[in-house]
């Protein structure tokens, strides 16, 4: 695990391990990443999805119960379940909101998965939420600073877990990461999952 650069109480944690994901409940952290290599079936899923160049941006608001493990996705990215690597690419989804869930003991994740040809937020900002869990499936990462004055950007490589405390993380106002959207070069799509704590 590498503890990244300093301003003031805030820095950022990344390790190879999920474990390190665990660091973001800590005070002064406002960014936890777990750098993986996803498996190659569901990169391949990914990439086959994006190049069908059709539109996908669903949401779906999971209720959790605390015995759930393995919440329920029906119906998530229908339209290419007959797409090979598809099983493989909802269950690492499944494994990702249970382990979401179990850190911040969520019992209501609001999950996002999108596929973009441009920057969603172009723009430097922080979120105001408690915390965001991100994971980019395929195509560039999302950016982000050290610190709000920082020159050099950071980014996320594909398949990096990713979990950003927000302005609404109680003792963490102000304290927000600052990241953005990373430009797409043309003719290319992300395709983008994010899973927020809603109660």
């Known amino acids: 695990m590498l503890a990244l650069k300093r301003r003031g109480s805030a820095r950022q944690t990344v390790g190879e391990s999920p474990q ?21 079936h569901v990169a391949d899923f990914a990439q086959v999805l994006l190049s069908l160049g059709q539109p996908l941006a669903e949401s779906l608001t999971l209720e959790l119960q605390p015995d759930d493990d393995a919440p329920a996705l029906r119906g998530l990215a229908a ?3 007959d797409l090979q690597g598809y099983e493989g690419f909802i269950c690492d989804v ?6 979401y869930a179990c850190l911040l003991d ?3 994740v609001g999950l996002r ?11 430097f900002h922080v979120d105001h939420v408690p915390a965001r869990l991100i994971c980019t499936y395929a195509g560039p990462g999302s950016e982000w600073l050290t610190a709000p004055d920082a020159v050099q950007v950071e980014q996320l490589s594909t398949g990096d877990v990713a979990v950003l405390k927000g302005e609404r993380w109680l003792g963490n106002e102000g304290q ?3 990241h953005r959207s990373p430009a797409v070069p043309a003719g290319q799509r992300r395709l ?5 704590w809603m109660a």
Request: charged share 20%; glycine share 8%.
């Open 79 to 81: 339209a290419y379940a």
């Open 113 to 123: 998965l999108r596929a973009l040809e441009g920057a969603m937020c172009p723009r």
């Open 20 to 40: 390190v994901l665990t660091e973001v409940l800590q005070d002064g952290v406002n960014l936890a990443v777990w750098q993986r290599q996803l498996p190659v």
């Open 176 to 178: 927000g990461l600052v």
């Open 106 to 108: 969520a019992r209501r």
């Open 192 to 196: 983008m999952l994010t899973l927020d």
């Open 94 to 99: 499944r494994w990702l909101v249970g382990a």
